[in-house]
């Protein structure tokens, strides 16, 4: 049965006090993502908001095991950790989660995640996408979406984001998932799963940034359910290729109520203000698509 909301367990592992921005999701989903695995875990993050959020040495938020590497390298990184912790006989009961932002994973650091999937390494790879470089300026990464506007696209992005979950499923790991910071009892239930499953598990996971996206702080969860409701975000697990949808996205397809329009996600936020007509119609076509896609998969027999 999922978990519900006030059956989560207090997480003592994010400490109070930390360099976050106000409002920032990291906060929400890394509270449930160490609670779901106990503690009892090593993490690696590359340069990034998630760096910041841990602090620096000697001072930290989270109370867990914490290697920082270079931008590329997280997937490598953990397969090493991995790797150690079975060498001296201390993996039992142990996760590797290798945590690391949409630029460090779908850019950046692809090449060694890549590797580390088609070698099916025994870790965790959590990608929690604020899609754009939100640490050093809101610069435009591969998840972006379109007509969104960044330090670098001021015009507007003219792409949509990878679809990084799908990418990761073409590589026959055993277990993909999307999440959002703003379902928390989703979340947790997919690391908890997670867990115990051998092999590289990968979970790409929509966290709203206020100062990236231009919105108020308050409405992080506002935001991040919205981004569900219209289908930009889609919440679904594949395990062993057979994909599920989960939570309120198992909800919307199983009442066949239409989903909110894309136009009301988008006129709650600054970064989207000069987008074209055009551009949002396109924007509602490429969502409209892919929610018919994942629903036929998901009515699939298994």
Known sequence: M????????????????????????????????????EGRMVMT?????????GGMYPISSVGVPWVNVAFPSTAAAASGIAAGLRATGRDDGMTVLAMAGDGGTADIGIQALSGAAERNEDFIYLCYDNEAYMNTGTQRSGMTPQGARTTTTWAGK?????????????????????????????????VVKAKGIRGLRYIHMNTPCPSGWGFDPKDTVRLGKLAVETGLVVLYEVEEGVLRLTG?????????????????YVATQTRFRS?????????????DTRWEHFVRRDAEPS
């Not at 993050?45 to 959020?53: E, H, I």
């Not at 949509?160 to 993909?176: F, Q, S, T």
């Not at 987008?275 to 969502?287: G, H, K, R, Y």
């Open 2 to 37: 999922p978990t519900k909301i006030l059956d989560l367990p207090d997480s003592g592992f994010v400490l109070p006090g930390n360099r976050a921005c106000a409002g920032c999701g990291i906060g929400i989903a890394l509270r449930q993502v160490t609670a779901a695995l």
């Open 45 to 53: 993050v590359p340069a990034s908001c998630l760096t910041v959020f």
């Open 158 to 190: 003219r792409e949509n984001p990878k679809d990084m979950p799908r990418i990761m499923e073409a590589h026959g790991i055993p277990y993909v998932a999307t999440a959002s910071a703003a379902f928390p009892t989703d979340l947790f239930d997919k």
């Open 248 to 264: 309120r996205s198992a909800a919307l397809a199983r009442s066949g109520k239409p989903r909110t329009p894309v136009a009301e």
């Open 275 to 287: 987008m074209a007509p055009e551009t949002l119609n396109a924007v509602q076509a490429w969502a």
